[in-house]
């Protein structure tokens, strides 16, 4: 009974890495979005709340 209890935390556990993971990658598609369409790098940080740094990041691998 236990061992299910352990089994179920484990389960619950990957799949919340999982569900931030992919809300991480979809807010980062959308700051490529904004970033193409002309944005400026801080007003893409400010509304999606990614760290300025992280937003810059992206739009040097989008001008590479």
Known sequence: ??????????????????????????LQQVARNLLASGMAVEEVAN?????????RSLQAEGDS
């Not at 352990?6 to 993971?21: P, R, T, V």
């Open 47 to 55: 509304l999606i709340g990614l760290p300025l740094e992280r937003v």
């Open 1 to 26: 009974m236990r061992e299910s209890v352990i089994y179920q935390e484990i389960l619950q556990e990957g799949e919340e890495k999982g569900f931030q993971k992919g809300l991480q990658l979809g």
